[in-house]
């Protein structure tokens, strides 16, 4: 969906946070809202949220929505394909408890509310809820785990219930284990209560579809779907459920807009051996492109034939296909996929796997997919370096807000070729915004930059040939030894990520200690991962790669996947630091071949200047300088040529003045 310039960053105040006031939370807390844990600005409360739970409780004693009363109620984040962005109609965890971050889970007991999120959204949790709620912060020593959690506060013998179309099947398994060892029970509810009790629930999204050609993906659809049942028949696999929106629209070719800054559109698909079914509602699927794109009108032969359903038969469907299977034959599923379509699948039958082959042949881009990406950040690039020469010029003159400095970035952004959407809401903050990870202004907290203090941009375009998505920080004044000092070990660590070379079959996490390793040495950290996958014109974060602190079970890197590289360093109430580039793995040439298995490096995607004077410049190696000059120069040779071709002249005289060679005093 094409954002415009006032929705997506105005929310209604319930839903938005502030820093002002905020004490620093010890890292180990967990914080009952609202009783001297956070003070709450008066411009900015929380969202009041006692009498829906008390509506909520009721829902969960009625026998109208369960069997038997159920002692507490579980609310993922996620949507029925277990998104990470969702729909305004999915947003049922944000409706109940007024935390509207990506990434939490809510659970109501008849005296509890608490919520578990992670590092990114501690403080904005802390301010969106009320005193009903308790944040238990995961990642933490001392935060219970859900399921731990529940059997410490639940009566014996106690009922869960969840809503089994939105719970992740591996969630659902380790939810089930741990409770049934202590003589508790989780319940498929399939009524789902926060519905009931959302009276004004917005309607489902059933945007146009958008068509993408060979000179954007590089592969047809058909061969995707050849090169996948290849795969299917190795196995025994007869059946592949697809319910992940952004494989769907990987595999076909296709795009759209049901989630906000996420070219996706509802769906689910399963591919036979010999056929192709696609449920998905309206009558977008008849638009002329569409069907041509698809070939629906053509006599194709039967193995490609799309045979159209409604999105909401796929359970129905799924359990007839399943009926007619022979003992031997297999059906695949993500373990990510809900319980309720794992269930609809045989035992015997289900083989379910933590990636898909979608999902791992979507992360691995082809030439044309890489050539797409690279042009896509070039105009990012342009794009950035018009708002950074801008804000440089008005930024002493007073009167730049965190929101129209976002509302600048769109405007250059609109400007370039095949521009479609940001990526994501921008994150546009200054000063103690900063140490919001996941900040995004909106009046209430709408902050004005100054010469006085560090202004963080995170921000990123959905162009039809990529995706985007980059990080800066400056300064537009002097900015302090401390700010600059933090800056240089976040400026160290993402150095030492971008300029790694590592064998071929490495996992992300491996590398993740590259990018803490300078502020460790200072003591300091941050609360993130330090990379995620991104899509080629899809989602912002995809799977299955990633650089993070976690051990999880991540794909090793490969040539042709493309992460971010994004270290930062927070002082709650002070100010944010992140630094971040799309980065490509590419092959590495080596002195040596160890077992003749290659090494790989990264090539930064992202060609933005670094602002030097945020440097500590004599803390950095020599080797630390080479790579920045060297990054430099390219920025300066690659964008610069773009902006010359664009007629961007003061953009270019900016450019060229950020991308001078820095070298130490000996």
């Given at each position: 969906?094409?954002?415009?310039?006032?929705?997506?960053?105005?929310?209604?105040?319930?839903?938005?946070?502030?820093l002002r006031?905020?004490?620093?939370?010890?890292p180990?807390?967990?914080?009952?809202?609202g009783d001297?844990?956070?003070?709450?600005?008066?411009?900015?409360?929380?969202?009041?949220t006692?009498?829906?739970?008390r509506?909520?409780?009721?829902a969960?004693?009625?026998s109208e929505y369960?069997?038997?009363?159920?002692?507490?109620y579980?609310?993922?984040s996620?949507?029925?394909h277990?998104?990470?962005?969702i729909?305004?109609?999915?947003?049922r965890?944000?409706?109940?408890?007024?935390?509207d971050?990506s990434?939490g889970?809510?659970?109501?007991t008849?005296?509890?509310?608490a919520?578990?999120?992670?590092g990114?959204?501690?403080?904005?949790?802390?301010?969106?809820?009320d005193?009903?709620?308790?944040?238990?912060k995961?990642?933490?020593k001392?935060t219970?785990?859900?399921?731990?959690w529940?059997?410490?506060?639940?009566?014996?013998?106690?009922?869960?219930?969840?809503d089994?179309?939105?719970?992740?099947?591996?969630?659902?398994?380790?939810?089930?284990?741990?409770?049934?060892?202590?003589?508790?029970?989780?319940?498929?509810?399939?009524?789902?209560?926060?519905?009931?009790?959302?009276?004004d629930?917005?309607?489902?999204?059933?945007?146009?579809?958008?068509?993408?050609?060979?000179?954007?993906?590089g592969?047809?659809?058909?061969?995707?779907?050849?090169?996948?049942?290849?795969?299917?028949?190795?196995r025994?696999?007869?059946w592949?459920?697809?319910t992940a929106?952004?494989e769907?629209?990987?595999?076909f070719?296709?795009?759209?807009?049901d989630?906000?800054?996420n070219?996706?559109?509802?769906?689910y698909a399963?591919?036979g051996l010999?056929t192709?079914?696609?449920?998905i509602?309206?009558d977008?699927i008849?638009?002329?492109?569409?069907k041509?794109?698809l070939?629906?009108?053509?006599?194709?032969e039967a193995?490609?034939?799309?045979?159209?359903?409604?999105?909401?038969?796929?359970?129905?469907?799924?359990?007839?296909?399943?009926?007619?299977?022979?003992?031997?034959e297999k059906?695949w599923?993500?373990?990510?996929a809900?319980?309720?379509?794992s269930?609809?699948?045989?035992?015997?039958?289900?083989?379910?796997?933590?990636?898909?082959?979608?999902?791992?042949?979507?992360?691995?881009?082809?030439?044309?997919?890489?050539e797409?990406m690279?042009?896509a950040?070039?105009?990012d690039?342009v794009?950035l370096?018009?708002?950074?020469n801008?804000?440089e010029?008005?930024?002493p003159?007073?009167g730049v807000?965190e929101?129209?400095?976002?509302?600048?970035?769109e405007?250059?952004?609109r400007?370039?070729a095949?521009f479609v959407?940001?990526?994501?809401?921008t994150?546009?903050s200054?000063g103690?915004?900063?140490a919001?990870?996941h900040?995004?202004?909106?009046?209430e907290t709408?902050r004005?930059?100054s010469?006085d203090e560090?202004?963080?941009?995170?921000s990123?375009?959905?162009y039809?040939?990529?995706?985007?998505?980059?990080?800066?920080?400056m300064?537009?004044?002097?900015?302090?030894?401390y700010?600059?000092?933090?800056?240089?070990?976040?400026?160290k660590?993402h150095?030492?990520?971008?300029a790694?070379?590592?064998?071929?079959?490495t996992?992300g996490?491996l590398?993740?200690?590259?990018a803490?390793?300078?502020?460790?040495d200072?003591?300091l950290?941050y609360?993130?991962?330090?990379?995620?996958?991104?899509?080629?014109?899809?989602n912002v974060h995809?799977?299955?790669?990633?650089i993070?602190y976690k051990t999880f079970?991540?794909?090793?890197?490969?040539?042709?996947?493309?992460?971010?590289?994004?270290?930062?360093?927070y002082?709650?109430?002070?100010?944010?630091?992140?630094?971040?580039?799309?980065?490509?793995v590419?092959?590495?040439?080596?002195?040596?071949?160890?077992?003749?298995?290659?090494s790989?490096?990264?090539?930064?995607?992202?060609?933005?200047?670094?602002?030097?004077?945020m440097?500590?410049v004599?803390?950095l190696?020599?080797k630390?300088c080479?790579?920045?000059?060297?990054?430099?120069?390219?920025?300066?040779?690659?964008?610069?040529?773009?902006?010359?071709?664009?007629?961007?002249?003061?953009?270019?005289?900016?450019l060229?003045?950020?991308?001078?060679?820095?070298s130490?005093e000996?």
């Open positions: 969906m094409a954002a415009s310039r006032k929705a997506p960053r105005v929310r209604t105040s319930h839903q938005d946070f502030q006031n905020l004490r620093i939370i010890e180990n807390e967990v914080i009952p809202l001297g844990g956070v003070e709450t600005d008066s411009r900015m409360p929380p969202k009041v006692s009498e829906l739970l509506q909520l409780r009721q969960m004693r009625s369960v069997t038997e009363p159920i002692q507490a579980i609310i993922p996620g949507d029925a277990q998104s990470e962005y729909a305004p109609c999915d947003c965890r944000a409706f109940v408890s007024g935390f971050g990434a889970t809510a659970i109501i008849e005296e509890h509310a919520m578990w999120t992670d990114r959204y501690f403080l904005q949790a802390a301010k969106q809820m005193s009903n709620w308790t944040l238990m995961m990642g933490l001392d219970p785990t859900q399921e731990d529940l059997v410490s506060v639940l009566p014996e013998g106690s009922r869960v219930g969840v089994p179309l939105i719970i992740p099947t591996d969630y659902w398994k380790k939810m089930a284990k741990v409770l049934r060892s202590a003589g508790h029970h989780l319940i498929p509810v399939k009524e789902n209560l926060v519905d009931k009790i959302w009276t629930r917005p309607e489902r999204p059933c945007k146009p579809l958008l068509t993408l050609g060979l000179d954007y993906t592969i047809s659809w058909k061969d995707k779907v050849a090169d996948l049942r290849l795969k299917m028949a190795e025994n696999v007869v592949f459920v697809v929106l952004d769907i629209a990987w595999l070719n296709l795009r759209g807009s989630v906000e800054h070219p996706v559109f509802f769906s399963i591919i010999e192709i079914m696609l449920f509602d309206g977008r008849d638009a002329p492109s569409v041509e794109h070939l629906l009108d053509l006599g194709l193995e490609y034939r799309i045979q159209v359903l409604p999105y909401t038969s796929i359970l129905s469907e799924l359990k007839t296909l399943c009926a007619d299977l022979s003992p031997r059906v599923v993500s373990d990510k809900s319980y309720a379509v269930e609809a699948i045989p035992k015997d039958h289900r083989c379910c796997m933590p990636y898909t082959p979608i999902c791992i042949a979507k992360a691995v881009k082809n030439s044309a997919e890489s797409g690279r042009r950040h070039i105009k690039a794009a370096c018009e708002l950074f801008w804000l010029k008005e930024v003159k007073g807000t929101i129209s400095a976002a509302d600048k970035a405007e250059f952004r400007q370039q095949d959407d940001l990526s994501f809401p994150i546009s200054t103690p915004n900063g919001i990870i900040y995004a202004p909106v009046p709408n004005t930059l010469m560090v202004y963080l941009i995170d990123g375009a959905q039809k040939d990529g995706t985007t998505d980059v990080t800066r920080t300064h537009f004044g002097t900015p302090t030894a700010e600059k000092e933090c800056f240089t070990y976040v400026l660590g150095i030492a990520v971008s790694a070379v590592f064998p071929t079959g996992k996490h590398l993740d200690s590259f803490r390793s300078a502020l460790w200072s003591g950290d609360l993130h991962g330090t990379g995620h996958g991104v899509g080629s014109f899809l995809e799977g299955p790669c990633g993070s079970s991540d794909e090793p890197l490969e040539a042709g996947m493309i992460v971010t590289d994004e270290p930062g360093y002082e709650d109430g002070a100010f944010g630091i992140r630094i971040e580039n799309v980065v490509l590419v092959p590495m040439k080596t002195k040596y071949n160890f077992n003749n298995r290659g790989l490096t990264f090539e930064p995607l992202t060609l933005v200047p670094i602002q030097t004077k440097i500590d004599d803390s190696t020599d630390e080479d790579w920045l000059n060297n990054y430099h120069l390219t920025c300066r040779d690659v964008i610069g040529k773009e902006l010359q071709k664009q007629g961007r002249q003061e953009a270019l005289e900016w060229i003045r950020e991308t001078q060679p820095i130490k000996h």
